[in-house]
């Protein structure tokens, strides 16, 4: 069926060939038999060219359009798998990109949050060290008012007992002096 069918196109383009070459004659009115025999020998040649070429072509010229199209189809389908990996691939990377993103916004919350927290804990360390600061010079200023009020009690005790020292070396005389000294020596020896 295939070759009857091939047959008949073949027929057809002869047809159409002689046509084509009558169609395209140089004007003259008539022409003549040789000019006839002329023709029909060149379009049986061009129809035996056409048949030779199709007998040793056709079926190469079949399996090279079947093997073309079974590679543009398996092309095809490679690239629409390709196609599919693509799409997935992008997916896949645009939900790791969304995730990252969304942890990255969690990173920085977390940081912000961390960071008023630590705000609050230097405030607060610093209020510490600032009232341990004043309770420190509070308690120096206390401790150097004791020993500055003490150096004071005893520096009035030594202006006290020398007035007094002065006091009485203006007013016990000599005589004054040895009964004190004869009271004293009674009182030690007698205690002991």
Excluded: P
Aim: glycine residues 6%; charged residues 35%.
């Amino acid at each position: 069926m295939k070759k009857s069918t091939s047959c008949i196109t073949v027929i057809v383009f002869l047809l159409i060939s002689a046509g084509w070459v009558f169609a395209a004659g140089n004007g003259e009115g008539g022409h003549t038999s040789k000019e006839w025999w002329d023709l029909a020998k060149k379009t049986f040649n061009f129809a035996i060219l056409v048949g030779l070429l199709y007998w040793l072509l056709a079926d190469k010229v079949k399996q090279f359009f079947v093997g073309r199209r079974a590679e543009l189809k398996e092309g095809l389908e490679k690239a629409v798998e390709r196609k599919a990996e693509a799409e997935k691939k992008y997916k896949e990377y645009s939900e790791k990109i969304d995730k990252a993103s969304a942890e990255i916004d969690g990173i920085l919350e977390m940081i912000r949050s961390q960071g008023v927290a630590e705000k609050q804990k230097i405030i607060e360390d610093a209020e510490r060290t600032a009232r341990k600061m004043k309770e420190d010079a509070q308690a120096r200023i206390e401790q150097e008012m004791k020993k500055a009020t003490d150096e004071l009690k005893m520096h009035a005790v030594e202006l006290s007992v020398k007035m007094a020292e002065d006091i009485l070396k203006r007013s016990i005389n000599e005589d004054d002096h040895t009964a004190m000294v004869k009271e004293y020596i009674n009182k030690v020896v007698i205690k002991h």
